[in-house]
């Protein structure tokens, strides 16, 4: 039988690795080292596990992100389209255009059409059919005579907030693999990925990719 690793010899060696790899590291900085590795080790002996039993090969993270991450959005809009077949409503980017303003209050048209990572003739007839459907009103900026705001109609709020609760389903069915903690760690890096992008796209979106690349790294 395998003896037990003293849990404190464990940590003293993990110091002394965090030490030569880190000489001005803290025990903070330590204990999120430890922690995120321990998170690392147990992710990849499920993966090793799927691939033994599935026959797949290994791919790395560098590799196989970018295609996690497609497969991962296909599922999601095939959940929502599941979902969207109880709902007032025939497409996502009508319900993420209602649910910005219901959430965060009236805004520029323009404004809106960036905050959803739309092409503006795209967004444009989102809000316009919106519009139409009595869900969101445009009225005069008043800091820009030559700009439009939209906001949410009391319908719109009506319509929202019944399309809600089916839309909590989907993360549910979405997520519910993942732990608590998992899930945090999910959202924060998908935050972080979020926040850079969006600067990228707002300033460099006119750019050929070689030229984006160039800047980024």
């Known amino acids: 039988m395998k003896k037990a690793i003293n849990p404190v010899v464990e940590l003293v060696k993990a110091w002394e690795v965090f030490e030569n790899e880190n000489p001005t590291g803290n025990l903070e900085e330590f204990c999120q080292d430890y922690l995120q590795k321990q998170q690392l080790a147990r992710f990849k002996q499920v993966d090793e596990e799927y691939i033994h039993h599935t026959g797949g ?19 999601l809009h095939f959940y929502v389209k599941k979902t969207m077949q109880n709902l007032p409503v025939d497409n996502i980017e009508d319900f993420a255009y209602l649910s910005d303003l219901h959430f965060m209050g009236a805004m520029r048209k323009s404004e809106l059409i960036h905050r959803n990572i739309s092409e503006f003739t795209s967004g444009t007839n989102v809000i316009n059919r ?3 459907n009595n869900l969101v009103e445009e009225f005069n900026d008043p ?10 109609t009391s319908s719109g709020v ?9 839309m909590i389903k989907v993360d549910a069915v979405l997520f519910q693999v993942l732990k608590s903690d998992e899930r945090e760690l999910l959202f924060h890096v998908l935050a972080k990925l979020d926040r850079f992008h969006t600067s990228v796209y707002s300033e460099m979106r006119a750019l050929e990719i070689e030229d984006i690349l160039k800047k980024v790294i």
């Open 158 to 166: 009506s319509w929202i907030m019944s399309c809600l609760p089916e």
């Open 130 to 132: 919106l519009i139409k």
């Open 57 to 75: 090969r290994v791919v790395k993270p560098s590799n196989g992100l970018g295609k996690a991450l497609v497969r991962v959005q296909k599922y």
């Open 143 to 152: 800091d820009d005579a030559r700009s439009k705001q939209v906001k949410i």
